[in-house]
């Protein structure tokens, strides 16, 4: 009754790795019960994520092919376009958010284009990033999430849909991303680890705060939706300041490190799995995070619902 801070299934966002082919359900080692799945998996775990009471799941394709500018991410035939489409047919009440990034769709592996001497090239990168965010709009995503990381990408985004008539559909943005050991699982997870160098001349620096208010500040000012904080446990500071700064809903995202940090030492008996987990759901929630992430997300949804 007195408890300041509530922890429930709809403050859950999951994430979902989709990839081509016929009832694939292929685990990914480091992160316990987490999979890649084809899209007759895909709709099956989505629908129970979403019975749990979960309302919404974030996706992230892991594409046949993969080439220097990334095309099979904003292919309208592409991985992700296909999943939108399908869970949005098969389970309509379910909010579909597509992530926009080129680093799984790219033979580098780094979130944009790359100049002649392999720097990130952040402005022709920019109209690849807003056609995909199209693309998934058009094949119905309920929002979109670009993680790359550009500057001016959210402006960008938001013209692309303005003028194909999806004003209605939300940015919602990766504005405080660092550059984070904590990603490592998601790599092997989205098979989008960078084959050179890494991403701190895109992603944030660690030590920085205000740094992150100047970032949710400016991708507000480019139209964004909602801000997202990540990684979330490391930043609970950065979740708190962001929160006191904006009036958009902010979000922040467990990341793959955090989660099977908690599995591996549960594992190990070291720690309880069930109360560890919900302990760090309930610190970012207090932090000031309106939504999480989360690759508990299913989980969590019937611990609470447990009691
Ligand atoms: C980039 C992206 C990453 C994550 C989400 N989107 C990885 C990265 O920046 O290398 C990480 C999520 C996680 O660790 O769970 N498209």
């Known amino acids: 009754m007195v408890a300041e801070t509530r922890l429930a299934p709809e403050d859950f966002v999951y994430p979902m790795f989709v990839v081509e082919g016929e009832n694939v359900r292929h685990e990914v080692k480091s992160m316990p019960s987490v999979h890649q799945l084809s ?69 580098h592996g780094h979130c944009g284009l790359l100049t002649a001497e392999g720097e990130v090239d952040n402005d022709t990168s920019l109209p690849l990033l807003a056609r995909a965010a199209r693309v998934y709009a058009e094949a119905g995503a309920d929002a979109v999430a670009p993680s790359d990381m550009m ?109 099977s940090m908690i599995h591996a030492a549960a594992q190990n008996g070291w720690i309880d799995l069930r109360r560890t987990a919900l302990e760090s759901l309930v610190g970012i929630r207090r932090a000031g995070a309106d939504l999480i992430l989360t690759y508990f997300a299913k989980d969590a949804a019937d611990w609470l619902r447990e009691g």
């Open 39 to 107: 899209l007759d998996r895909l709709v099956d775990e989505a629908g129970a994520v979403h019975a749990a009471g979960v309302p919404s799941v974030i996706l992230f394709g892991i594409p046949n092919t993969k080439d220097a500018t990334g095309t099979t991410g904003y292919d309208p035939e592409g991985i992700v376009p296909r999943a939108i489409a399908r869970l949005k047919k098969e389970l309509p009440g379910l909010n579909v958010w597509a992530d926009v990034c080129l680093c799984e769709y790219t033979d």
């Open 151 to 259: 500057d001016g990408r959210v402006r960008a985004i938001r013209n692309e849909l303005d003028g194909a008539g999806l004003d209605q559909i939300p940015v919602i943005s990766y504005a405080a991303k660092y550059a984070s050991a904590f990603y490592g699982p998601f790599r092997d997870a989205a098979d989008s680890a960078p084959t050179f160098g890494d991403r701190r001349a895109y992603q944030m620096d660690p030590p920085n705060v205000r740094e992150a208010l100047a970032e949710v500040t400016l991708d507000i000012e480019e139209g964004a939706d909602m801000v997202m904080v990540k990684p979330a446990g490391p930043y609970l500071d950065i979740i708190r300041a962001v929160r006191e700064t904006v009036s958009v809903p902010v979000a922040a995202y467990q990341v793959s490190g955090e989660f």
